[in-house]
Each structure stands twice: as structure tokens, then as C-alpha cells.
Nanobody, 123 residues
């Protein structure tokens, strides 16, 4: 099982930026696809972005495309989510997930999840 720890959340004004990090415990990090999800109050968890093991492939939800960038550093066992042009509707708890299957990440059925980090965007 992979342990994932998110960090970097906080309070930011609309139009601002934040960079989230997710550190993984697995020595096999480079063999895992990684993803970001979010859950706003009263809403279901939704997919945000995913990245393949070697960073060749990335994919974003339409709601964040062009504003968010997912990246990873396999030497540091860390995946990032750079969030720019933030909007109040981006307010949510953000979670990272790990999965050996890149395409399964979007389903939300991955086994390994972090505890989440709160992002609040004020208007």
C-alpha cells in the first residue's frame, strides 16, 4: 500500500495561485500513475487531473483545463498540482491518488489516497 501526504493548501483570493504537493512513500513511485481529485462541501468527489508514470501523458477535467498543471518528480516521489487563475468554485478538499493503471485513475476507484488538503478561494 502507498502512503500519500498532500500539502500546500490554503486560503487565496480569486485569480491567485497555489501549488499542491503529494509525497508518496512507495519505492515504486515511478511505476504508478498519479492523480488529483477534489471534493467540495455537499458535493461528490470529482476528478481533476492525472499523469502517467513517465509524465508523457496528462489529462484534465474540463473545469480546470488551461488553469491547472499536473507534474511529477520521480526522484522525489512527489506529484504536484499547480493551480492558477483560481476561482471560488475551486474551493474544495484536494486529494491525490495512486494507481498502477493510468486510465483507472479517472474512475476514482484507486486503492491509495491521501488525507486531503483544503483549498479555499475567496471572491
Amino acid at each position: 500500500q502507498v502512503q500519500l501526504v498532500e500539502s500546500g493548501g490554503g486560503l487565496v483570493q480569486a485569480g491567485g495561485s497555489l501549488r499542491l504537493s503529494c509525497a508518496a512513500s512507495a519505492r515504486t513511485f515511478s511505476s504508478l500513475a498519479m492523480g488529483w481529485f477534489r471534493q467540495a462541501p455537499g458535493k461528490e468527489r470529482e476528478f481533476v487531473a492525472r499523469i502517467s508514470r513517465n509524465s508523457i501523458y496528462t489529462y484534465y477535467a474540463d473545469s480546470v483545463k488551461g488553469r491547472f498543471t499536473i507534474s511529477r518528480d520521480n526522484a522525489k516521489n512527489t506529484v504536484y498540482l499547480q493551480m492558477n487563475s483560481l476561482k471560488p468554485e475551486d474551493t474544495a478538499v484536494y486529494y491525490c491518488a495512486a494507481d498502477p493503471d493510468y486510465y483507472r485513475l479517472e474512475s476514482g476507484l484507486s486503492r491509495d489516497w491521501g488525507q486531503g488538503t483544503q483549498v479555499t478561494v475567496s471572491s
